[in-house]
Nanobody, 117 residues
Framework: QVQLVESGGGLVQPGGSLRLSCAVS????????WSWVRQAPGKGLEWVAS????????DYVDSVKGRFTISRDNEKTTLFLQMNSLKVEDTARYFC??????????RGQGTQVTVSS
């Protein structure tokens, strides 16, 4: 059974940085595009960023462009999201999901990011 374990979240002040990780069990990780999605309290899932299987192409929701960077390590079957210049509105639980610009139902527990002064 595939396991997804997100980590790296926490409490940070506005303007701060965090690096999220998503460890994926199984070598199939390298075959697919992967995405980060987030869910703020009382809201639905929002797609944040995607990366293709080779890592050569990425895309972002407009609200995070220039601040977030998605990357992957196919050898370690791990997905990353570097988040800089964090804003209060970035507060959400972040999940990794398979697919390009995917809003698939998250299979992991996610990691909570709280941006607050």
């Amino acid at each position: 059974q595939v396991q997804l374990v997100e980590s790296g979240g926490g409490l940070v002040q506005p303007g701060g940085s965090l690096r999220l990780s998503c460890a994926v069990s199984g070598s199939y990780f390298r075959l697919y595009a992967w995405s980060w999605v987030r869910q703020a309290p009382g809201k639905g899932l929002e797609w944040v960023a995607s990366i293709i299987n080779s890592g050569d192409r990425t895309d972002y929701v407009d609200s995070v462009k220039g601040r977030f960077t998605i990357s992957r390590d196919n050898e370690k079957t791990t997905l990353f999201l570097q988040m800089n210049s964090l804003k209060v509105e970035d507060t959400a639980r972040y999940f990794c999901v398979q697919g390009w610009m995917s809003l698939a139902t998250p299979r992991g527990q996610g990691t909570q990011v709280t941006v607050s002064s």
